[in-house]
């Protein structure tokens, strides 16, 4: 079956883009190379404890975020952080608005695009791992630019070297994400800490944060970008030593019960393209995501919905 539109990446760059086409009438199709959807906004269950192990909050500030924002606290999928007046968080965690996001879209999980191709007739095709191909009208990139461009690449496809160069000039931060269930209560302000320097850029309890009342303490280290870079590929128990000794002052003394490791390789982009979105109707592709519209949960909805406009208002042509 040949869609209309198919986008790769089911983070909420890419669930955003797919319901501004849905609500337009289109034949979208979203494929997510990991099992769940939402991208960093990922919440994982640990032994009994349920713990945001990628973003920890977002923030609102332009109007058109805002109100999707308000339609998600209607709903009960999103509330304040406890004792703030400006963070907002998933309920029950911060996964709970892909799974909203996604709900009445075709979205195929563990579907790896491995390379797409664009032929002559102006169709594109693209190789999923195990899974064979698809046929599309019109692609929409919205992983890690480097994944993107790998893609691109395999499938043989020409950029104009001008915007080829600024796409390849993205780099990210990686981050490593420790998530830690102790035999009681932590010492973690309930607003959580980011340390001024050492190897931790975040501490937060997912139980004084609310989502995770099984258990007396559910903590999400995230490790700074220097640290993440240097030991990004040191054995997990090596890693998670070093990350609960910097976190001790803020651990009471508690055992350890359980605790997992994730490693975010893309997780923040050191530098942004300056536009929300790219679209390239010769090509009929397209690119977004948190390197165009900005580094935040807001910045990469804003880019997929810049990017659901900018595909709508082809297909009109």
């Not at 609310?210 to 090596?238: C, K, M, N, W």
């Not at 923040?268 to 948190?290: I, M, Q, Y």
Request: aromatic letters at 6%.
């Amino acid at each position: 079956m040949k869609h209309t539109i198919a986008i790769v990446g089911a983070g909420i760059s890419g669930l955003l883009t797919a319901r501004v086409l849905a609500e337009r009438g289109a034949s979208v199709i979203v494929l997510e190379k990991s099992r769940g959807v939402g991208g960093r906004m990922a919440t994982k269950r640990v032994g009994d404890a349920v713990v945001d192990q990628g973003a920890q909050f977002f923030t609102t500030k332009d109007p058109r975020f805002s109100s999707w924002v308000e339609a998600w606290g209607a709903r009960g999928l999103a509330g304040r952080w406890p004792g703030s007046t400006h963070r907002w968080i998933g309920i029950p965690g911060m996964t709970a608005i892909g799974k909203h996001l996604a709900t009445g879209l075709t979205i195929e999980r563990e579907h790896k695009v491995t390379a797409a191709r664009r032929h002559a007739c102006g169709c594109w095709e693209l190789d999923i791992e195990e899974h064979g191909i698809l046929r599309a009208e019109r692609l929409v990139l919205t992983a890690p630019v480097p994944q993107s461009l790998a893609i691109l690449d395999a499938g043989g496809v020409i950029l104009d070297e001008t915007l080829k160069s600024r796409l390849q000039a993205i780099r990210y931060h990686p981050c490593l994400a420790l998530l830690v269930v102790l035999d009681g209560a932590s010492n973690v302000p309930v607003e959580g800490i980011s340390p001024e320097s050492g190897p931790l850029r975040w501490v937060g309890d997912n139980v004084k944060k609310g989502i995770s009342p099984q258990v007396p303490a559910a903590v999400t280290l995230h490790a700074s970008a220097d640290f993440s870079a240097r030991h990004y590929g040191l054995p997990e128990t090596e890693v998670s030593a070093l990350l609960l000794e910097a976190a001790r002052p803020w651990l009471a003394g508690r055992n350890v019960v359980s605790s997992a490791l994730h490693r975010w390789k893309f997780s923040e982009p050191r530098s942004e393209f300056g536009e929300p979105c790219v679209w390239l109707p010769e090509l009929t592709l397209g690119f977004a995501g948190d390197a165009f519209g900005g580094p935040r949960i807001e910045g990469a909805a804003l880019s997929g919905l810049a990017m659901g406009e900018r595909v709508a208002s082809h297909l009109l042509h």
